[in-house]
């Protein structure tokens, strides 16, 4: 059998330590940091360089690596691939203690457009942040922790086949509201441990009665234990269910990688990995006269219209400062930057299914092992164009990498990415790619191996050519 591609071993790994869009973030710093790429802050005066590579991250769960060609003067152009660290999960309510028929259930709010009824029968577990009261030396601050119960702690059973006799010939038929809400414990187990706290003479019965009213005092121990602090001492959470089985590398062939979440942390890792190694070898940014940047967003399944999402301000903020910073005369050469810049939007596309073959227009079925898709929509949902799907596929064909086209048929509606957010927010050149893949917004995905290997290299040669192959182009002269 074939030997598998380290790079799509490489993903798997970052796919395991990213259950959430914060620990996504979390493991893109740690390997920008390994990197050498120096962490700044928004609230804070940037001090940068030419030749030196940054990056920030925005309610940790967004972050923009950059890094600075040694040719750069300000007014030159950013090389910039985007994609998304959120994916549809169900999140847990404010107030999320439900007790019914005898259990103990956690209220759920539904996140994005996700395929809720494969998150039926699946071992489930919670993940995500924390923040946490410290108390040192009579004074008081608050931490941000991340959190993951590895074990499987939670489950949506589905109803028994013998009391729901036409669920084959009807169909699987739930409510978001009614038939969402996961198992944590039944009530007489959950009594003894009740009955263990109220013995605890360490804890005030205000604070028992306030979680009480809030949430499981079974839940908030799990959070606590794996933030390593006393349930008293956790302010406010922000947390999701998560499939408790690992990603892996699949199937006969060991052509397939299975996991959650691969939209759109296929792309994330992809990008991510690409400038990092773009920018590592000595002597890498010597002739580069641009600057190289990766930007990761949050909120993208639910309309980018946050403080952290593709809709905010942190894209032009970062463009902005950057090329200020290279500008202190005051002249202002931010709209020239721009105009001079290039935006890949990186968000996973649609595979042909064998099953279901008629969900595609004949002339543009994506496969797998094809290459990275361009995404095409005369309505603009897409933002490509002829000279950015050109730039694109040029540099496809440079490298031998294969290069695949999608347009949604015209009695389908079409999705839709950050691309468009930006490009008419911005005033950016964009183009909308994506990895193929199957059973997107499922629990469950899958894509291919090769796809990971071709995206990885696509957008590596993307940083390494672009400011070469952007000069030989004439528009608007």
């Known amino acids: 059998m074939a030997t598998i591609d380290p790079v799509a071993l490489d993903l798997v790994d970052f796919l395991n330590a990213s259950p959430t869009a914060f620990h996504a973030v979390d493991e893109a710093k740690r390997r920008l940091k390994e990197a050498g790429f120096v962490q700044i802050s928004e609230r804070e005066q940037w001090e940068i360089e030419i030749g030196g590579k940054y990056f920030f991250t925005r309610n940790h769960s967004t972050i923009v690596a950059f890094a600075i060609g040694k040719k750069y003067v300000a007014g030159n152009g950013f090389s910039i691939v985007g994609a998304h660290t959120d994916s549809p999960c169900l999140k847990v309510k404010p107030v999320s203690k439900v007790t019914k028929g005898g259990y103990l259930q956690v209220g759920v709010q539904t996140y994005g457009g996700g395929l809720w009824h494969t998150w039926f029968d699946r071992d489930l577990t919670v ?54 809400a996961p198992m944590l414990a039944t009530s007489v187990k959950a009594e003894i441990q009740k009955l263990a706290e109220e013995s605890d003479p360490t804890e005030s019965k205000d604070k028992k009665n306030a979680d009480k009213k809030k949430h499981h005092s079974l839940l908030l121990q799990c959070i606590a234990n794996e933030a390593s602090c006393e349930p008293e001492e956790i302010c406010d959470f922000e947390l999701q269910l998560c499939d408790t089985q690992p990603s892996i590398v699949a199937g006969a062939m060991k052509e397939f990688i299975f996991s959650g979440r691969l939209d759109n942390l296929c792309m994330s890792f992809c990008s991510l990995k690409a400038l990092i190694d773009s920018t590592s070898a000595e002597g890498s940014l010597e002739d580069e006269p641009s600057i190289r940047m990766v930007a990761l967003f949050d909120h993208e399944e639910v309309g980018s219209n946050s403080a952290q999402g593709a809709g905010s301000p942190v894209m032009i903020d970062a463009l902005s400062r950057i090329t200020h910073f290279f500008s202190p005369s005051g002249t202002k050469v931010i709209e020239k930057a721009i105009q001079r810049s290039f935006l890949v939007s990186a968000d996973m596309a649609h595979a042909l299914h064998p099953n279901y073959m008629d969900k595609h227009e004949d002339n543009h079925q994506p496969k797998m092992h094809g290459g990275l898709v361009i995404k095409h929509n005369a309505n603009q949902r897409y933002a490509t164009n002829a000279v950015t799907s050109f730039i694109f596929r040029e540099i496809a064909e440079k490298h031998q990498l294969p290069i695949q086209d999608f347009v949604v048929r015209n009695d389908m509606p079409c999705g839709s990415t950050i691309g468009p957010i930006l490009a008419s927010g911005i005033g950016i050149r964009t183009v909308d790619v994506g990895a193929p893949q199957l059973s997107m917004h499922s629990i469950r995905e899958m894509c291919a191996v090769d796809d990971v290997k071709y995206s990885y290299e696509h957008f590596k040669a993307f940083y390494n050519e672009f400011s070469e192959l952007d000069g030989k182009i004439k528009v608007d002269l």
Not at 130 to 153: D, T
């Open 127 to 180: 993940a995500g942040r924390v923040i946490v009261k410290e108390s040192k030396g009579g004074s008081v601050s608050y931490s941000h922790r991340l959190v993951r119960a590895n074990e499987p702690i939670m489950r949506i059973p589905t109803l028994a086949i013998h009391l729901d006799r036409n669920v084959n010939t009807d169909g699987f038929k739930y409510n978001t509201q009614g038939h969402l």
